[in-house]
């Protein structure tokens, strides 16, 4: 594993075209960048080519770095990672749809639904097409274009100024809470190697006090005390 002194190295060497120093970054992170990669997988485009593609953003993140950001490199290359990959999608995404019949079938099928709540049956096409002032062809078109595949960074309709599909779906986890974890564990790696194991064995594998203090041999007391330290401590680095 690469410490941060270590890392930034061969930052600097790998912006000076240093390819050893480069792959040695990029080995070291390939487990982050397949993190990222598996939360797009499943969205129309192959492991693969996803990982390729994000590996290209995390090169963009070697040679953009600046240590005068005041973040660890793992955590600017993150949203520069997920960044690549969602600008490939956009780009890339499944078939689109014209932006004023997909702003109609929002507005139909929202219509819709609430007609069906209220009166337990569904409209005609001739009453949904009286009612949004178009032809019944053009409802039938907005109706079978909502079935169709949409890219996921196609703005949703007009009334969410401009807010793209992606945003519509829900997520376990955000790209700031990813970036949370990244600085967390970056944080937790920095510390000694009792202080690492108390908190492993405290917050990761549910170690009571006494067990942990049995473990490492001292009394529970010790452990407790040494427990607030190290909390204060991460709370202190990760607040930078």
Request: net charge neutral.
């Given at each position: 594993?690469?410490?941060?002194?270590?890392?930034?190295?061969?930052?600097?060497?790998?912006?000076?075209?240093?390819?050893?120093?480069?792959?040695?970054?990029?080995?070291?992170?390939?487990?982050?960048?397949?993190?990222i990669?598996?939360?797009?997988?499943?969205?129309?485009?192959?492991?693969?080519?996803?990982?390729?593609?994000?590996?290209?953003?995390?090169?963009?993140?070697?040679?953009?770095?600046?240590?005068?950001?005041?973040?660890?490199?793992?955590?600017?290359?993150?949203?520069?990672?997920?960044?690549?990959?969602?600008?490939?999608?956009?780009?890339?995404?499944?078939?689109?749809?014209?932006?004023?019949?997909?702003?109609?079938?929002?507005?139909?099928?929202?219509?819709?639904?609430?007609?069906?709540?209220?009166?337990?049956?569904?409209?005609?096409?001739?009453?949904?097409?009286?009612?949004?002032?178009?032809?019944?062809e053009?409802?039938?078109?907005?109706?079978?274009?909502?079935?169709?595949?949409?890219?996921?960074?196609?703005?949703?309709?007009?009334?969410?100024?401009?807010?793209?599909?992606?945003?519509?779906?829900?997520?376990?986890?955000?790209?700031?809470?990813?970036?949370?974890?990244?600085?967390?564990?970056?944080?937790?790696d920095?510390?000694?190697?009792?202080?690492?194991?108390?908190?492993?064995?405290?917050?990761?594998?549910?170690k009571t006090?006494?067990?942990?203090?049995?473990?490492?041999?001292?009394?529970?007391?010790?452990?407790?005390?040494?427990?607030?330290?190290?909390?204060?401590?991460?709370?202190?680095?990760?607040?930078?």
């Amino acid at each position: 594993m690469l410490d941060q002194d270590k890392l930034l190295d061969y930052v600097r060497k790998a912006k000076n075209g240093d390819e050893f120093a480069k792959s040695q970054i990029f080995n070291h992170n390939v487990p982050l960048i397949k993190s990222i990669v598996k939360r797009f997988c499943g969205k129309g485009v192959e492991y693969d080519d996803l990982f390729q593609i994000a590996s290209i953003g995390f090169l963009k993140a070697i040679q953009n770095f600046d240590e005068s950001f005041g973040v660890k490199f793992s955590t600017y290359s993150v949203p520069m990672v997920i960044g690549e990959i969602k600008r490939y999608m956009r780009d890339n995404g499944a078939i689109k749809v014209s932006r004023t019949i997909k702003i109609l079938a929002n507005k139909i099928n929202r219509f819709i639904f609430e007609y069906q709540t209220q009166n337990c049956e569904s409209p005609t096409i001739e009453f949904l097409a009286e009612k949004f002032n178009v032809s019944s062809e053009e409802v039938v078109v907005a109706l079978d274009s909502s079935k169709m595949p949409l890219s996921i960074y196609e703005k949703f309709d007009d009334e969410d100024e401009g807010q793209e599909l992606i945003d519509k779906i829900p997520s376990g986890e955000t790209e700031d809470k990813l970036v949370e974890k990244i600085h967390l564990s970056n944080v937790i790696d920095a510390l000694n190697e009792r202080e690492k194991k108390i908190i492993i064995m405290r917050f990761f594998r549910d170690k009571t006090q006494g067990e942990v203090a049995e473990s490492i041999g001292v009394s529970q007391v010790q452990i407790s005390r040494l427990e607030n330290k190290i909390i204060e401590k991460i709370r202190n680095k990760f607040n930078r």
